[in-house]
Every structure is written in structure tokens, then in C-alpha cells.
């Protein structure tokens, strides 16, 4: 972490003593007779043009705001104040009453993520098909445009680079943020892959995915997990819950091509007979 760097920090929907609060211990962190090593934190009236954005879960308004700013600048990171332990919304959340400590631990914690943030812009390793290429894929011949894909991952770099990627062989996506999310979506429409990342706001990637086996009308479903999370031991979890393969971040875009023609250029209904680890 970057001792010299002052990441800025907007309030929205805070009372006047949470604001002031946080505007003090900001400034603490940048005092220049501060022996602080980890990050050091300014406020800014710029939302939009914040690192960090500190959000009172409990204000619709500000939670609106909040949804606005995520959309137009996906770059920048959540912090929630609330009043509920373990809210589903971020996993970066500090519940009332605040404490210097705790916001602190969690500002350094955003802060220390900013690092793997190259590697979440960068989904893909290796070089991707020219699009005169990616045509003469048996999936892109194979898979019309009625295919759709459901994406879950908190990361909106992450959903973004899916979402183009997915789209440049036909096949319509919807992104979710949060396992709750991505399981109300699944009950709502059906898909016919899903790509799941392990690390989310309430229920992780495990969790999720073992609902989705567990539901009759998904269990068939072909689940990927997507994570920066790479021992052999997680790769066990990940086929002890279900999934039909799992794929390290960055990944290398011939394995993304392969998954997409093993799961989605054979048979519907074959699924469940090609369940398999990457």
C-alpha cells in the first residue's frame, strides 16, 4: 500500500456528528506528524470523483445517489454504515456505532484491494481472438442469440469485461452483484450458464452455488466460478458444491473459450453429464 498516495473519501446521508466524525480521523491518517504507514485518507465533496464513498445504508436517498455514482463510475468502492451486521449489499461495512478502529480497518482493507485492481481490469490473461477469429468457433456458430448468461460478481470491472466478452458471440447477460441477487435472478428467468464468483457480499460463491444444485429447476444449470482465489483446496470446495468448472483470475482466454464451448455447444439438458473441473 502506497504510504504517499491520500485516497479521497465522500459522506453521503451520515448525520452531521458520523460526518464530522469521519473528517477528523481522515485527517489524522494525513497528518504530517502521523506515523501512520497504511492509507492516508482526504474527504471530497465530489462523490462521483471519489476512491471511497462512504453511504448510511439506512438512507433511501443516499443509497439512490450511491446506485447512480456505481452505474456512471464503476471504479469507485463502497463503504456502508449501517445497522445491520453483515448487510447484503457490500462486505465492506462498518455497523453502529462507528468506531475509529473499525472504519479505519475497513478504509485500509478497500485500499489494500485497489492493488488486485489491475488484475480484476484485466479478467483476461494472454491475448484475445481477433473477432475474424472468435467466428470460426463452434460456439459462435452454434450459439444463437436466445442463449443468456447470468453473471454474479461484486466487482463492476469484472461484470462490465463479461458482459462485452459474452456479448461477442451472441449471448444476451445479466449481472447481479450479490449472491442474493443472483439467486433472485435465477428464479426469475432461466439461464443456461452462470458465471460465479467465490468472494461476495453476504452469501459467498459456495453458498450460492449449492442453492442453485439444490433447486430443481437449476440444478441442471451449468455453474463456472470466476475467482482470484486459486489453491487447490478452493477448487475442491468449488466441485464439492457443484460447479461444472472452475477458472482462476486472470483467465486465460483460451480456457474462457473452451468453457463456452463445452457447456453451451452441446445439448440442452446434457449438462449435468459434463460436470467437470477446469
Given amino acids: 500500500m502506497a504510504a ?25 491518517t494525513s497528518h504530517t506528524a502521523s506515523s501512520r504507514t497504511e492509507g492516508k485518507y482526504r474527504w471530497t465533496a465530489e462523490a462521483a470523483d471519489a476512491d471511497i464513498v462512504i453511504v448510511n445504508a439506512e438512507d433511501a436517498v443516499a443509497m439512490r445517489k450511491w446506485h447512480e455514482i456505481s452505474v456512471a463510475h464503476p471504479s469507485v468502492s463502497l463503504l456502508l454504515i449501517t445497522a445491520t451486521d453483515n448487510p447484503p449489499l457490500s462486505r465492506h461495512f462498518c455497523v453502529r ?3 475509529p478502529a473499525r472504519t479505519l480497518e475497513m478504509l485500509d482493507r478497500i485500499v489494500e484491494e485497489f492493488k488486485l485492481r489491475v488484475t480484476e481490469q484485466d479478467v483476461f490473461a494472454g491475448a484475445a ?12 456458430t452454434i450459439v444463437p442469440v436466445r442463449m443468456r448468461a447470468l453473471v454474479v460478481d ?12 459474452l456479448g461477442n458471440f451472441n449471448i444476451k447477460t445479466d449481472t447481479a452483484e450479490s449472491g442474493e441477487l443472483g ?4 428464479g426469475e428467468n432461466a439461464y443456461d450458464i452462470v458465471f460465479l464468483d467465490i468472494v ?42 457443484g460447479c461444472n468448472a472452475y477458472l482462476s483470475k486472470p483467465v486465460e482466454y483460451e480456457e474462457f473459450y473452451r468453457v463456452l464451448e463445452d457447456y453451451l455447444a452441446i445439448p440442452a439438458g446434457k449438462f449435468g453429464e459434463s460436470h467437470k473441473l477446469a
Fill in 154 to 165: 461484486d466487482s463492476p470491472t469484472v461484470r462490465k469485461k463479461l458482459l462485452l466478452e
Fill in 200 to 241: 461476495l457480499p453476504g452469501q459467498d460463491g459456495f453458498q450460492v452455488c449449492k442453492t442453485i444444485r439444490r433447486n430443481p429447476a437449476t440444478r441442471n444449470t451449468p455453474v463456472i466460478m470466476l475467482s482470484s482465489k486459486s489453491s487447490r483446496f478452493d477448487k475442491v470446495r468449488g466441485s464439492i458444491a
Fill in 129 to 140: 481472438m481477433p473477432p475474424r477469429k472468435a467466428a470460426d468457433l463452434t460456439v459462435s
Fill in 4 to 28: 504517499d498516495k491520500a485516497y479521497s473519501v465522500a459522506i453521503l446521508g451520515l448525520t452531521n456528528h458520523e460526518e464530522r466524525f469521519i473528517k477528523i480521523m481522515m485527517a489524522f
Fill in 183 to 186: 439467486l433472485e435472478m435465477l
Fill in 97 to 99: 456505532p462507528i468506531s
